[in-house]
Structure formats: C-alpha cells, structure tokens
C-alpha cells in the first residue's frame, strides 16, 4: 500500500503580497510558479524593525520590489540563504547592495561536497559566497530575533535550515517542503544525508515548519514520519523493479512514477539514482561500474 503524505497544498498564494504569519514572521511569495517551485519561492522576513530575510529568491525584478515594499521603513541586518538553487539565493546579491547587510549561509555550492573532492557539473548559484558561514548549532542573533542554525545537507550538500526558537518553529527550505517531496540529485544532492537529515528535524520536536514551497506543515512528526516511509517504500520498488530484471534508471522511473507528471521523470531519474547510490553502498544494489543515470543494475548480495 502507496504512504499517503499529508502534503499541504495551499492555494491562497499571491506573488507580491505580505502574508504576516506570525508577530515576528512574514512571507512574500516570488513569481516563480512551476512543476519543481509550486506556487512560488517563499521568502521569510524574521524580526520587526531591524529584520533577517530567509532566501531572498531568484532574480527576478518584480520580487525584489515586492521585498523592498514589504520592508519599507525596516532595516535588514541579516540575509540567510538556505542553499544555492537560483529560485533561493540569487536575489541575496541586489539586497545586499541596497541594505548594507551581510549575507549568512553554510557556504558557496557544493560547499559541503567540496571536502570530498567530489566535482559538480555546473548548476546552481554559483556566484554565491556567504560572508559569514553558519555551521549546525551557530545562532545568529538580531535585534529582538535569535535564528538557530540547523545543517540538514542532503537535497544539497550545504543545505541547512533556520530554527525560531520563540515559535520552536523551523524555516526548511528545500529540505521539507510543504507539497512536495524533494529532489535529490547526486552528486551534490545526497539521498543518506537527506534521510539522515529527516531523521535529524523529526528529532528535533518542532511545532511547525515553514517551507520555501507550498504552505506549513502544523504537524511535523507523522508529516515527517511519512516522508521517510515514502523513501523507504521508493527504495523497496527500486528493490522489486531491479529484481524483475528492469536494469535502467529511465525503465524504473517508468514503472515506479506512473502517476507522476512526466514533466518531472527526468528530476525522477535523478531521485533514483541517489536511491541507487544508498543501496549500493549497503549491498541491496549491485552495478556495473560506478552508479551512473547510464549505469546497468542487478540485485546485490543483501538484496531482498
């Protein structure tokens, strides 16, 4: 039987409006709409009077209006990018010319991959260098706001989210997102650390999260708790597909995403392939080569 993920499917998005979510939490919702964006970026401004913005967004004119409109006679002292995709970051680089403030982020892309020598294809924000480079435990404080970072790599190795600590509330970017389960896409996008990281926020007792798509999620433990059923459950038709002789990455994101806009099986492929990567490195998997979208499989020695 299919998890069923209770995902939050908000409709009442508009592009440009402030949504005040809170006394110390607002979202403007960039006109980015898309198969991968849902409704839009949200971006998040934390704080009244001297505030933090969560990513910026993409560089798109209108949104940072809609920003600057939003934060009229405010001042921003911090601007904190979850990680590197261009509907989250780019925008960091205007604001910052206009406001004077620091950007704050884990770091540049493929930040947390570069220790690794791991080498990426070119993709990203890759103009993007935080000033100020926030590790997991750091908290960046305001005036009259606290944000706790909370490094969850995994949709990008140098994702990380920002914890609330007055609402126990936490911003999750691409990791958790509001309609969606996320794209994990080697060889920056990691599918151990992603449920690692899963693991790592449902432990953390949150009251709610906020996600960069689609709307909060109220009740995060059987949300998330479903989440890592669904990528245990992906991984066992991944299990089964391979085991009924079905080889290639593109003939399993047939069989498995039937019900899936074929819009999206080419980012599938990718989610496959991170699956794959998992499974081969505990021995479910057997390849023929290094794990590639090219790559032949059959069942491994712990498969079953």
Known sequence: MAVQ??????????????????PDLRRVTAPNPGPFTYAGTNTYIVGRGQVAVIDPGPAISAHFDALMEALKGETVTHILATHTHTDHSPLAARLKAETGAKTYGYGPHGAGKGVEGVKLEEGGDLSFDPDVRVRDGDVIEGQGFRVACVFTPGHTSNHICFGLPGTNALVTGDHIMGWSTSVIAPPDGDMADYMASLDKVLKGDYATLWPAHGGPVRDPEPFLKAFIAHREE?????AEGIAAGVATIPALVERIYV?????????AQWSVLAHIIRMVADGRVRADGPPTLSAHYTPGSKAG
């Open 234 to 238: 992906r991984e066992a038709k991944i």
């Open 5 to 22: 993920i209770p995902y939050n499917r908000e409709t009442d998005f508009v592009p440009g409006r402030v949504d005040t979510l809170g």
């Open 259 to 267: 019900d899936v806009d074929r819009r999206l099986h080419p980012a």
